[in-house]
Nanobody
Framework: QVQLVESGGGLVQPGGSLTLSCAAS????????MSWYRQAPGKERELVAGITSAGGSPNYVESVKGRFTISRDNAKNTVYLQMNSLKPEGTAVYYC?????????WGQGIQVTVSS
């Protein structure tokens, strides 16, 4: 079955950096676009970044452009989210996601806390 396992979250000071990883299994990873979402306390889940199956055309929500970078390694079945210049409003649970047969699949999520 489809499995998405996030890692790399934690506590970071404002201005710091973190890299999230998502290890995928149970489907042909190189055939699907991948996305990162996040959900802050009391807010709806939002799309943060997406990337095509071949690793091209990355797209980002306006609030993270120039600071976050999404990438993937199809040989390792892994998608990454490099987050630089983190702000307190970046505190959220971050989710890896893939859309397969019109059904969106989610990882378990990983906490990122930006605080001094």
């Amino acid at each position: 079955q489809v499995q998405l396992v996030e890692s790399g979250g934690g506590l970071v000071q404002p201005g710091g950096s973190l890299t999230l990883s998502c290890a995928a299994s149970g489907f042909t990873f190189s055939s699907y676009g991948m996305s990162w979402y996040r959900q802050a306390p009391g807010k709806e889940r939002e799309l943060v970044a997406g990337i095509t199956s071949a690793g091209g055309s990355p797209n980002y929500v306006e609030s993270v452009k120039g600071r976050f970078t999404i990438s993937r390694d199809n040989a390792k079945n892994t998608v990454y989210l490099q987050m630089n210049s983190l702000k307190p409003e970046g505190t959220a649970v971050y989710y890896c996601s893939v859309l397969i047969w019109s059904r969106r699949r989610w990882g378990q999520g990983i906490q990122v806390t930006v605080s001094s």
